[in-house]
């Protein structure tokens, strides 16, 4: 007889044990991993939560005061900012009948051409203050009220640039707004709007300087996109472009031939020496010449910056929309 039929009990009792520290080990073990996962979870949850603590945006008091002050700050410069641009800023004009658009475009075009031949300017025979495109045709009613602040725009350049000086007005080129294509402008989030132009003009350096500056004090806003400018005699200068004065009288004084100081040779009289006679008849004076370089009271005309320029401007008349009206907030329930 074996012992564990003679000892059952016993047998049994350690049997049971045996299996009960074999659950225990196991489900200690799959517990310590498990207590190991959750620790790793935890220090890397802890490591992000110091990492935000100790980060800049972190909502601390000091943080939220910073932040308020630079939103106060932010707003008191587009305060002034727009402040500055209001002298600028202008509803835009109704929609009004083609015919009185087409109408309005001839006065605005026979005024412009009026001012720049009043002084001494030229414009192209076909002038037409870039609305070229309505001369046999009408324009869209949709489009005419942009097209009347665009034209107001340009008519304040012609002013400015007749004003200007003597000029030759080459080309103006306006492009197609949307509403002129049958299209709505998307005005969504923008604050204003360019309406593009281009000019070619031929002038004095100085006429296109006066023409720049007279654009801060228009009533419309203007951007300058970019300026090519061109001198009209492509050759520098050559000694033949000199002119000298001939209208000055001849010296008077001295000897004969025309000697400044007069005398014998050389034009001078020694001490003791008596002075030399006078002719009887003055020697006739000779032909009007270009004097030599160097010679008293010879002016050279100016050669350099007298010249005419080609000026090719690209602009746009700024037009700053009306702020669209906040969306009403939907009642609580």
Known sequence: MSWIQEN????????????????????????GSGYSKAKEDYDALAGEVSTMTDGKLYPKDAYLSEKEKAVRDYKEDVTKLQDAFKKFQAPQPPNID?????TAVIKARDAAAKAITDAKGEVPA?????????KESAVKKEATGV?????????????NLAAAGPVKLLNLHRPHLAEEDGKPFDATGKM?????????????????????SALDDS????????IRVTNEKPKAPTAADAEFKSDEPAATGGGAGGDA?????????????????????????????????????????????????????????????????????????
């Open 126 to 134: 076909e002038f037409f203050i870039g609305f070229e495109a309505y």
């Open 8 to 31: 059952r009990f016993a047998a049994g009792l350690g049997g049971a044990t045996a299996v009960a520290a074999i659950g225990l080990i196991a489900f200690a073990v799959s517990q």
């Open 219 to 226: 009533k419309h806003y203007y951007v300058i996109r970019s």
């Open 147 to 159: 097209l009347t602040f665009e034209l107001d725009g340009i008519s304040q350049l012609m002013e």
């Open 192 to 212: 204003l709007r360019a309406l593009p132009f281009e000019m070619a003009i031929n002038c004095k350096e100085e006429t296109f300087r006066k023409f720049l």
């Open 98 to 102: 083609p015919g009185d658009f087409n």
């Open 261 to 333: 100081f007069g005398g014998g040779a050389g034009g001078f009289v020694l001490p003791g020496e008596p002075e030399p006679a006078a002719p009887a008849t003055p020697a006739p004076a000779p032909a009007a010449a270009a004097p030599a370089a160097g010679g008293d009271g010879i002016i050279l005309k100016q050669v350099l910056g007298s010249e005419g320029i080609n000026v090719f401007l690209r602009l746009d008349i700024v037009q700053f929309l009306e702020p669209a009206a906040p969306a009403a907030k939907a009642p609580k329930k």
